[in-house]
């Protein structure tokens, strides 16, 4: 696709003798002729998050699917995070954490600064 809006474009400046910047006028970088870090990229929310758990440091890890024939094809196991609020009785507050199911569990168990103990996490996070 990219070739063939720089052929259109290429053609749209021999035809019809424009200057360069006036037939580019193309969003794509490279149909620009710009560098590709100068454009402005757009992502969704969530891939600008980092995929980790906010307390244990869960992260994606990388996993082959083996077919029978012994191909192997590199996948991406993702943990299961979730948003999830969390009540913190001493300061009389709310705390909005991204943390992993496991962590949940652990924290419904032992509570929430226990479980920051528990995983040598910072306790930077809850403010």
Known sequence: ????LRRFVKGLTKSFDNPPHVA????????????????PVLFAKEHLMA???MISGKRPERSNLVS???????????PNLQWKRFFL???????????STKVMKTISR???KDTIKRYG???????
């Open 68 to 78: 029978h024939s012994n191909h192997r094809t590199v996948s991406r196991q993702e």
């Open 89 to 99: 009785a001493d300061e009389n507050r709310w705390v909005r954490l991204r943390v």
């Open 1 to 4: 696709m990219v070739m063939r």
């Open 24 to 39: 580019y006028a193309v969003s794509d970088p490279l149909v620009a002729g710009l560098p590709r870090k100068s454009a």
């Open 51 to 53: 995929q980790k758990c």
């Open 110 to 112: 032992y509570g929430l």
């Open 121 to 127: 996490a910072s306790e930077a996070i809850l403010h």
